[in-house]
């Protein structure tokens, strides 16, 4: 049964006029094509021959701001038209399509002109050309591209990166072979997602180049923008930031006679050069874009060395004896400015109100006083203002260097919260608010 079905089919085929690949067709026709006709690699098929091309992305491997380099794989699909190699399908047994090697027929020299690595004429001995009936030919080259890509670390690491791979025709010009885009240019249906990147868009965009000799030659290029993922640098570099940034503050808040002001603010000091180092060497060294992030590392690193001075010169105020005189100046600025400002509860000052020289307040009762002469008017208003400066004078002094050391303390925490909320809101609206 089963031959007698086999055979039904076989003479189905055969009256219906349907011819088969065979290897005697194919063979027949590509003797016909590169050795009756002779075929020269040498010569364009075309006066100007156009070429289109397609990216198909694969994968992106990495995009890396600090050496600057784009490294993605895919291929790409290379279309043009060589007359010479068409055929008539019917009159050479239904062969719809040959393949051939680079070294068999004409290819354009095409050169990835932005490459880093592997710079030269593409080339591909492994990927066959494919041949159709109308002499229309499609090669598929694969790679791995790695390009130099310039970046802007502005907005590191909330930055959006815009990369391209550029496809230059090499050694014909532009009235020899012009570069077009193959459909959109650009197709990801075979793309895997980046974890460290997120491909936001794509586009195509031809140029001319023209060489030193004022030669034109046609250029493609394929664009892609991506934006950087940043749950990462939430966690692992903005966090750690943000916390030191308090800590900086937060050593005024530290009690003097602790004995760990200084320790404590030479290791938040220090902690902070190390987060600087490690985000240093993830950015270019370049001066051309400034990045944030980096800005906002200096001014908190300045802070922090300045709050190592503030807080010498606080600890210098608390360890002074009393018995070292508190000069006017001083008293002046800590106890009738910054007091005032920081509203220091230090001093009770109505308690001292009522006190002058030797404990004694001077009173004057005009009722109980006979008219006074004019001499004696002028003594007693002598005698109180001698009064009013020795009030004065016992005023200050009942201000000591630790009274002033504690003033500043709460003044420096005060001010130092307030910078680096300031900063810290700038650095996130100009930064983590673009993103």
């Not at 031959?3 to 076989?10: A, R």
């Not at 109505?350 to 004019?374: H, I």
């Amino acid at each position: 049964m089963y031959i007698m079905c086999l055979s039904l089919v076989l003479i189905f085929l055969s009256c219906s006029g349907v011819k088969s690949f065979t290897i005697k067709n194919e063979t027949s026709l590509r003797e016909e094509l590169f050795v009756t006709n002779e075929y020269d690699v040498n010569v364009r098929p075309l006066s100007r021959v156009t070429v289109q091309i397609k990216f198909n992305l694969l994968t992106i491997h990495e995009l890396n701001i600090r050496d600057q380099v784009f490294r993605v794989s895919g291929w790409l699909t290379m279309v043009w038209l060589d007359k010479r190699l068409s055929w008539d399908k019917d009159k050479h047994g239904n062969v719809q399509f040959l393949f051939a090697t680079q070294s068999e027929i004409w290819r354009p020299a095409m050169v990835v002109s932005n490459s880093i690595e592997n710079v030269g004429v593409l080339a591909d001995e492994f990927t066959p050309f494919r041949i159709t009936t109308g002499g229309r030919i499609f090669w598929e080259p694969t790679g791995i591209f790695v390009v130099y890509c310039e970046v802007d670390i502005t907005y590191y690491p909330f930055d959006t990166q815009e990369c391209f791979i550029t496809v230059q025709s090499w050694g014909y010009n532009l009235r020899e072979v012009n570069v077009t885009a193959l459909g959109e240019g650009i197709d990801i249906q075979e793309f895997k997602p980046n974890g460290e990147w997120q491909l936001t868009s794509f586009r195509v965009s031809t140029e001319d180049n023209i060489d030193s000799k004022g030669d034109s030659f046609s250029q493609i290029k394929f664009h892609f923008k991506l934006d950087r993922k940043s749950n990462y640098y939430w966690l692992n570099v903005l966090l750690p930031v943000l916390v030191n940034s308090i800590l900086t503050a937060l050593v005024f808040a530290l009690p003097a006679e602790s004995g760990e002001k200084m320790g404590y603010s030479l290791t938040v000091l220090l902690s902070f050069a190390v987060l600087l180092t490690l985000v240093a060497d993830k950015i270019p060294s370049t001066s051309i874009n400034t990045s944030l992030i980096v800005v906002y590392f200096a001014i908190v690193l300045v802070l922090g060395a300045l709050a190592v001075a503030l807080s010498t010169i606080v600890l210098e105020f608390y360890f002074r004896s009393d018995a070292e005189p508190i000069p006017k100046w001083v008293m002046f600025i800590s106890k009738d400015i910054v007091g005032r400002m920081v509203c220091y509860k230090g001093i009770n000052t109505s308690k001292n109100s009522r006190r002058v020289e030797n404990g004694v307040e001077p009173k004057v009762d005009y009722n109980d006083d006979p008219p006074l002469d004019r001499a004696t008017t002028i003594k007693r208003e002598i005698f109180l203002r001698k009064a009013s400066e020795i009030y004065r004078d016992r005023m200050n002094c009942e201000l000591r260097w630790r009274d002033i050391s504690k003033i500043w303390d709460v003044f420096f925490l005060r001010l130092y919260l307030l910078v680096i909320t300031c900063v810290t809101l700038g650095f996130l609206i100009g930064t983590a608010g673009r993103a």
